[in-house]
């Protein structure tokens, strides 16, 4: 955990302190939606079909227990009893009352909280790998890094009025969990030759309407360089960015427009003459971001304890380790990911109660410590081998233990029509559709790793284009359709789906997608060729005769 | 008809024919040319304090009275969530 200072919290209360005026001066009629838009978004609130919705970041996906009530507080008393995990490591509340944000946000800094950009056109929630500092082989906790962006992107007036959002996200492992391809900026920590820590920096990644994969444009950027390279990219980004047009405002379309050589000797130019300056770290100021974050007195523990040896011998719990629980870096400890993917619930919703209850089994099990991955799940990062039987009893009590992390109904899905003001179509019947169609765990466990994610809109806030199935909401002729893309992955070998063939109407996608998955199982060369390596084989043609044959 | 969200809670409202705002579509004033819903949706503009982001919306009339929600989009804002809100089993 990273332990904020006095900074932070005053800068936190003042923010709220600052909110409440202007909500008060917008409700009063002082202010007009026009005057106040640009700042209710600047505090992450937007207005969405049914209510205002506010977003809440999450930095690098680490909650302590403490934060996690907070979070449960702010839905059971300010909304309407849950919140929705997102794909950016926030939190949503779908029913918040403008005239009581000021409350909601004042109760989240007391835990250390808040909604800064997480909306508008500036730097958003910089994210990082959930598994970082317990994730085998990793480079360095790159949370470290995460943290020292954070600092220097908040509230950072160059970067406060961008051409459009701007997204960070970062690795230290070999396998990305963080997406990072598919972000503004994706850091991958690495050693170069010499030993020494320095990033791989890409740009240019993002889904949306015009989807790109990240390019490198340097290889190896010293960690004591990484914040004045960062400006220099962004400083490009700031002059040559469009400002005239929406759709062409986001750096990855600068960086395709320029071509990446060109874009990367612009950086490297505003680099070299930015020179040493204010933004080259010195050890002491990594020293002290790494000297706030603390981690767990962990005990010497055998590999195998008694108590997973007898558990082992219990079908249920058995499937669970074998889908939920990780190897952690430390002996006798695993990493546990909590499914938010029920059959037949809202992917990534979570209630008041579960929060609550789930904070308590972070104390009790994982040193007060929660994660919250882009995958829409949680994380217990730190559990002690031994505990895993009566973690798994407490976690089915509450509806937390589906046994389905990384498989067909572990989905991916934006809230839609349901919520969304720029949805097309519903997400969240789809998925809930999906799930029950394959609920049977054998099933599940036999199609093995299979991620689907669907999205309402082109907008592509449920990354269906990184799908291995990808389904994208459209309207026509005021009916509900969707588009169907497969082989998209979003890990180190980030690659885009590719369409099987025209849209399907809404009552029609659970069948194309078990007719899609029946010839994966079809086609696929051994039990252990994933869905995605049997497409990359192929192609899409024989998904494509099997979906569109009878249609 | 014309429709927004309330300033305070982001509630869905309906301009109604006295001028004012209610959240029952039946209240709603119904407009039957582009010349009848600028006006209504001018009207409804110049409430900056009360409302959010007006807009004409399509509705369908049957028998002369019965007003319903004329896309998914309205139909979703008047009735609610479409799906099992929370989650059920595990």
């Not at chain 1, 500036?122 to 943290?147: H, K, L, M, Y």
Request: net charge negative; charged share 25%.
């Amino acid at each position: 955990m990273y332990a904020y200072d006095e900074l932070d919290r005053t800068l936190l209360n003042e923010r709220v302190e600052e909110f409440r005026d202007q909500v008060k001066r917008r409700l009063s009629g002082e202010l007009t939606e026009d005057e106040f838009k640009m700042l209710r978004l600047q505090n992450g609130v937007y207005l969405q079909l049914h209510a205002y919705m506010f977003r809440v970041a999450i930095p690098y996906g680490t909650l302590s227990s403490k934060q996690l009530r907070g979070l449960a507080h702010v839905a059971r008393t300010y909304d309407r009893g849950y919140g929705h995990f997102t794909t950016r490591q926030n939190i949503q509340y779908n029913w918040i009352k403008l005239a009581e944000l000021p409350d909601a946000l004042a109760s989240l800094a007391e835990v250390g909280i808040h909604s800064m950009q997480t909306s508008g056109n500036n730097t958003r929630n910089v994210t990082s790998d959930q598994w970082a500092g317990v994730a085998p082989g990793e480079i360095e906790d790159p949370r470290i890094w995460s943290e020292l962006l954070r600092q220097y992107t908040t509230l950072h007036p160059e970067f406060s009025f961008l051409p459009r959002k701007f997204k960070f996200a970062i690795t230290a492992s070999a396998h990305d969990r963080a997406a990072i391809k598919i972000h503004d900026i994706g850091l991958r920590l690495h050693r170069n030759a010499q030993g020494e820590i320095g990033f791989e920096v890409l740009v240019g990644g993002g889904l949306g309407r015009t989807p790109f994969i990240a390019k490198t444009i340097r290889p190896f950027v010293h960690g004591r360089d990484l914040l004045s390279y960062v400006e220099a990219i962004l400083r490009v980004y700031n002059q040559y960015g469009r400002r005239d047009n929406i759709y062409k405002a986001r750096i990855k379309i600068l960086v395709h427009e320029l071509g990446v050589e060109k874009f990367a000797a612009e950086v490297e130019e505003e680099w070299r003459a930015m020179g040493e300056s204010a933004l080259t770290l010195d050890d002491g100021v990594i020293e002290e971001i790494r000297s706030r974050f603390s981690y767990p007195a962990y005990e010497k523990l055998p590999h195998m304890p008694e108590e997973l040896k007898k558990a082992a011998q219990v079908p249920p719990f058995e499937r669970w380790r074998r889908n939920s629980v990780f190897t952690h870096k430390v002996q006798g400890y695993s990493i546990v990911t909590i499914s938010l993917k029920p059959v037949g619930a809202p992917p990534g919703d979570a209630t008041a109660e579960q929060m609550d209850a789930l904070a308590d089994l972070a104390d009790k099990y994982s040193f007060g410590e929660i994660r919250v991955g882009h995958e829409q799940n949680l994380a217990l990062p730190h559990v002690a081998k031994r505990d895993l039987p009566a973690l798994w009893k407490a976690l089915d009590k509450l509806g937390l233990a589906t046994p389905n992390v990384n498989l067909v109904s572990d989905i991916i899905a934006c809230p839609g029509l349901d919520y969304c003001s720029l949805a097309n179509a519903r997400s969240i019947p789809i998925a809930q559709e999906l799930t029950r169609r394959f609920a049977n765990p054998d099933t599940a466990e036999l199609i093995g790793r299979l991620h689907i994610n669907i999205s309402g809109c082109i907008n592509a806030c449920g990354h269906h284009h990184v799908g291995h199935i990808g389904i994208l909401g459209v309207e026509k002729n005021g009916e509900e359709f969707y588009q169907i893309t497969i082989g998209g992955r979003a890990d180190e070998h980030a690659e885009l789906g590719m369409l099987i063939g025209p849209a399907v109407p809404y009552g029609e996608v659970a069948d194309v997608v078990e007719d899609i998955v029946e010839a994966y199982l079809a086609l696929r060369e051994r039990p252990d060729e994933l869905f995605v390596d049997t497409v990359k084989r192929l192609g899409v043609e024989p998904f494509k005769e099997r979906v569109y044959a009878t249609r | 008809m014309v429709t927004a969200n309330r300033t305070a809670d982001g509630a869905v409202i309906y301009r109604n024919a006295a001028q004012g705002w209610s959240t029952d579509l039946s209240d709603a004033a119904i407009v039957r040319n582009v010349d009848e819903a600028r006006a209504l949706l001018a009207e409804a503009v110049a409430d900056d304090v009360g409302a959010v982001g007006p807009y004409i919306a399509p509705v369908s009339v049957k028998d002369g009275e019965t007003v319903k929600p004329g896309n998914l989009r309205e139909h979703i804002r008047q009735s609610g969530l479409t799906i099992d809100l929370l989650p059920v089993s595990a």
